[in-house]
């Protein structure tokens, strides 16, 4: 585990109708997201690797499809720190994520078919009216990045 991510198992209730499964309590996880987000990600497609400065990602993994999520611990003065952890998520694993300022994430589908997600992140994306630079570090995008996913 990393120190001050939050993996919790989601459950599915299921019955003849489909399926329901609880993504935010407030009595169970002190956060407060300010937006969400649906993504749809195609076979084979990674996600980052990237991190917030301030931001707390909170994703939710249910399916249909799955992920290989990547996590490497970058906190400062984190017990943690220089960690790297992988576990797979979706809809074999549904899976909610807190992902806190530091800790530089990203994800792959690993599925035959495309992998749904969602973000409730507890920061507003470019900030009011979209004005800011995004708080984000693109590890992605820098060659001599160690964190690669494959």
Known sequence: MINNVIIKKINKYKDER????EIYRSDEVNY??????FSVTKPGIIRGP?????????????????????????????????????????ENNPTLVIVPPGV?????????????????????????KKIEEPDEIR????LESPYKID
């Open 50 to 90: 990237h991190e917030h400065i301030y931001q707390s990602d909170y994703f939710i993994f249910v399916g249909p499809g799955y992920f290989e999520l990547h996590l490497w611990d970058r906190q400062k003065d984190s017990q943690t720190n220089g960690e790297y952890m992988k576990i797979e998520v979706g």
């Open 18 to 21: 489909g399926w329901l499964a």
């Open 32 to 37: 407060k997201p300010v937006m969400a987000y």
């Open 139 to 142: 590890w992605e995008t820098n």
């Open 104 to 128: 530089v994430h990203g994800y792959k589908c690993v599925s035959k078919i495309s992998a749904y997600s969602i973000n409730f992140p507890d920061k507003l994306y470019r900030g009011e």
